[in-house]
């Protein structure tokens, strides 16, 4: 039973493995590969979204703050104060995590919409925060961020490098790189959801006080849940804005808040692997619909809709239970 | 000193009324459904626009007015007739943003009616403002707070002297024990939407005059509207037009005397202040959990 359990969280890692890494050979040109980086590191937010929403039952409609807060905390520390990238991922995830805890404590104590509320109201402090502190952050027009760098070693989207003897461009690199995070990402995740820690947090979202019964503390793997879905936020976001060489205060916007708590939805609420895919549809749908020109907006509020109300459950939930009834039907009809 | 002072109260009672309107717009559909609507604002937006569109082509402008009302009431119905009733199994956040997508539906709608631009409405009078201590009261935020007051008075008399009330309040409580002595629930659900969206877009052709309008004009008026709700404690309508008043003030406050870029910051501290010493608003009902 542990076994097959084991396999088969093995097997959804190997099955992206394959995806992520074969992905190169339909990507032909920079823009292709700028837009599959930028899904991996939003996916890799994602995944940490979704530990909170998915797995705990907790709403989340600020996220984007955390995000910004990381982006803008490496972009600061390597910008204005000549910091290397890696320990200012790492220290602005350690103040991102701090920061959530101290604000998780109380707010996470709120049920529903007002859980909803206080989240929406976090972000939106930072991204005002960050709006308005022109010095630091260049205010509503942005700033620049400098190239990634580990130990001297620096990787930027317009270098040459060579990997296993093979010629690769920047963009190509940056997607590899951005590719091997993502698997990181939801490695971790998927190790922590079938851990004790996941556990107690299913019991959160199934019920609160039933879990609070069996002594799970629930106050605290709330808070720590929260904690992680930010340290995530901020690890992305510094990779974002040192991939993006530009950030502007969009990355910790409201509006950005709902992009992501949507592809959580629209992918599969609790599906480490639908929210992946609700990243990547999301982020592609712009892409198709700039096609309808004027019509986009509406085509992309219409289809958000219908989705949501003929698949509540999200896309990868949905699709593996209509093939698992295909499936079934067949076997029955062998018989 | 004191004019100041009483300037920016008048300025924060004013936008404090709108955001009452919008407020008592959420609580009407929460009560209802226990959805919160974030197409909140896009009725406000419709008022206002299809007001300035109307009287742009001609028409007198109440006449102009009542038919965006109507129109904003259209929307309200279909809104729940197409959105949010074939969804009754989803979750609390899939309907979050399936009214997310209707907001951003309609937003479409709106920039390909009405393009991206800012318009501007008349006053509803040329009234000279009036001065009190130095401060000036404009005409149309009389127009605004006596609107307000009216609608107040006229959603307390619907819901405790009409019959179509009387079933909207029991749905609320009790949806299966309404059924049974035979209210229609989907119709009352569809009359809630209804009344929501009249009361979203009279509070948006009553404040274009003052703010402007354009399509996305909603956004942040819905926010703010959903903030003053859950200040005030969602459900509770007294809480919504209190909510809505003393986040108009204090926004006005903070942006006369301390800075208007952190005004908004201020609005959304001040909701996680009221939240963390009282959980559910200041006048939220206390709700026994079942288990």
């Known amino acids: 039973m542990l076994n097959r359990f084991m396999q088969s969280r093995l097997r959804g890692l190997m099955v992206l493995a394959v995806i992520l890494f074969s992905l190169p050979v339909f990507l032909s040109n920079p823009f292709h590969y700028e837009l599959a980086t930028q899904m ?12 909170l929403v998915g797995f705990a039952g907790q ?11 990381g982006a803008y905390f490496t972009g600061i520390m390597t ?9 200012a991922l790492v220290v602005g995830a350690i103040l991102v995590g701090l920061i959530a805890w101290i604000v998780g404590r109380p707010i996470l104590r709120l049920k529903g919409h007002y859980l909803s509320m206080a989240t929406l109201a976090v972000g939106f402090i930072i991204a005002i925060i960050i709006n308005n502190e022109r010095q ?30 093979i010629e690769l461009n920047g963009s190509e690199a940056w997607y590899l790189f951005a590719a091997a995070v993502l698997l990181v990402a939801v490695w971790l995740a998927q190790n922590l959801i079938d851990s004790p820690i996941g556990r107690a947090l299913r019991s959160v979202h199934g019920s609160e006080v039933a879990a609070r019964v069996v002594g799970v503390n629930t106050a605290r793997y709330k808070s720590l849940v929260f904690v992680i879905s930010a340290v995530y936020a901020s690890v992305m976001g510094g990779l974002y804005a040192h991939f993006q060489g530009f950030i502007t205060p969009a990355v910790a916007s409201f509006d950005f808040s709902i992009v992501l708590i949507t592809m959580v939805v629209l992918g599969g609420m609790g599906s480490t692997m639908g929210v992946i895919l609700g990243a990547v549809v999301l982020k592609l749908l712009p892409q198709i619909l700039t096609h309808f020109q004027e019509m986009e907006a509406v085509m992309f509020g219409l289809i958000l809709m219908l989705t949501m109300i003929f698949m509540p459950k999200g896309l990868l939930p949905t699709l593996q239970m209509a093939v698992s009834k295909r499936l ?4 029955g009809g062998q018989q | 000193m004191l004019s100041e002072f009483l300037q920016y109260l008048f300025t924060g009672i004013t936008i404090g009324a709108t955001y009452a309107l919008i407020a008592l717009g959420f609580t009407l559909i929460y009560n209802a459904s226990h959805v919160i609507n974030f197409a909140q604002g896009e009725f406000l937006m419709i008022g206002g626009m299809t007001t300035v569109s109307l009287t742009g082509m001609g028409v007198p402008m109440p006449l102009a007015i009542v038919l965006a009302v109507l129109l904003a009431g259209v929307f309200g119905i279909l809104l729940q007739r197409f959105a949010i009733a074939p969804a009754k199994q989803a979750d609390v956040v899939t309907l979050i943003i399936i009214t997310i997508g209707a907001s951003i539906f309609i937003r479409g709608l709106a920039q390909l009616v009405w393009g991206k631009e800012y318009h501007v409405m008349p006053n509803f ?6 001065r009190i201590f130095g401060a000036v009261l404009n005409s149309q935020s009389l127009w605004v707070l006596g609107v307000g007051a009216v609608l107040v008075v006229a959603l307390v008399l619907f819901f405790t002297r009409t019959l179509i009330g009387k079933a909207i309040l029991a749905t609320s409580m009790n949806k299966q024990a309404a059924r049974l002595v035979g209210i229609r629930t989907q119709l009352v659900l569809m009359l809630a939407f209804m009344v929501s969206a009249l009361l979203g877009s009279i509070a ?34 007294v809480g919504a037009v209190v909510g809505g008043l003393l986040l108009g003030v204090v926004e ?3 942006a006369g005397y301390v800075s208007s870029d952190y005004k908004d910051a201020v609005a959304f501290s001040m909701i996680l202040v009221v939240l963390f010493f009282m959980p559910r608003g200041l006048f939220g009902a206390k709700v026994v959990e079942r288990v």
Not at chain 1, 149 to 154: A, L, P, S
Not at chain 2, 125 to 130: A, F, L, T, V, W
């Open chain 1, 328 to 331: 079934k039907r067949r076997a």
């Open chain 1, 40 to 51: 991996a590191i939003i996916a890799g937010t994602v995944v940490g979204l979704n530990l």
């Open chain 1, 136 to 165: 630091l952050t260049g205010g509503p027009d942005g700033m620049p961020v400098p190239v990634f760098d580990v130990f001297g070693w620096e990787l930027s989207p317009f270098g040459t490098y060579s990997l296993f003897g």
């Open chain 2, 125 to 130: 009078s040329r009234d000279e403002p009036i």
């Open chain 1, 79 to 87: 910008g204005h104060y000549g910091w290397s990238a890696i320990p």
């Open chain 2, 252 to 254: 006005a406050m903070t």
């Open chain 2, 204 to 237: 948006g052709v009553v404040v274009a005059p003052i703010t402007f309008t354009s399509y996305d004009i909603g956004i942040m008026l819905g926010l703010k509207g959903f903030v003053a709700a859950a200040i005030g404690g969602l459900g509770s309508g």
């Open chain 1, 59 to 69: 709403i989340s409609l600020g996220h984007a703050g955390f995000f910004g807060l």
